[in-house]
């Protein structure tokens, strides 16, 4: 398919007896933001590593670009910017040093490397920092400085491996808006994340990944529509006792009640007035109630319903 950038067959990678990767498929598109999102240890970086064959693998094809994948195909990596989980930059070199070094890596021309070092350095907000040394640096330029070493050699298709970890809001929103810019420039994207909201705000396409399996995969919004909860009605309800649960399980619609501290989370499969039903049950029981707040899905109740474990760590 001509519009097919990453083509991933059943891959298959042990660490041991530990299978870290379990017959994971994956197709990218052309100018796609496609997210992989799963909690930590699901595999996500262990996918990547093969991808870019940084690590072999036991079994499956990978292809990019219409090639298949190989250590040595440097067509293949001249064309794909790489931006790891752990910061890698060199600590003896400057910001602008930096970004020109790995630039080099795949631009020779010495004057296009200095246009696109210095347009990699503005890209990531860096111009002010150019003469400093990374440890100088707090962890959210640092995180910039990694993506603009990634980036900076205009490369067609770009992998973020959790790039927004324990960094500022700020950060992380000029992060995300670079992201999107570097797609509307062209780019084919694959974003890995363990935040849901992270990924359904950016992605266009999201696949969740659970211990190294590929258990869903479609937009935000077809994944939702996909499951059986409709709203989820979270009521403060310090008094309970497991008569009252099993009462509130029984009402039209109710299907799941959890407990959590001090309120209980009921899960409703559609209908409508489901709170109203609810709330009478409470009030014909003298069961005393605070807050009361209604949610949508989110790409947790999705997680939640195909692995039956929440995303949140
Ligand atoms: N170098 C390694 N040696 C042994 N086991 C590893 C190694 N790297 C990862 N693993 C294991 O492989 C699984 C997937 O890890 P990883 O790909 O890092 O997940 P993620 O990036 O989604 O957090 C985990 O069980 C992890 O403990
Ligand atoms: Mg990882």
Known sequence: MGDTVVNINQLVKRYRENVAVDHFSLEVKKGEILGLLGPNGSGKTTTISCLLSLLSYDKGEISIFGKPMSPTAYDIKNKIGIVMQNVAVVNTLTVEENISFFCGLYVRDRLLRKQYTEEAMEFCGLTDYRRQFPKKLSGGLLRRLNIACGIAHKPELIIFDEPTVAI????????????REMNRNGATIIYTSHYMEEVEELCSRIVIMDHGKNVA???AASLKASLRNRETICIELPVRDPETIR??????????????????????????HNLVHIINYLVEHNLPFGRVTTALPTLNDVFLEITGKELRD
Do not use: F, M, W
């Not at 500022?168 to 992201?179: F, H, K, T, V, Y």
């Open 217 to 219: 995969e479609g937009t």
């Open 247 to 272: 009462g509130l399980s029984e009402i039209n619609h109710v299907y799941d009640v959890r407990e959590d501290k001090d309120s209980i989370l009921i899960r409703c499969d559609g209908g409508e």
């Open 168 to 179: 500022d809001p700020q950060s992380r929103n000029a992060i995300l808006e670079g992201i």
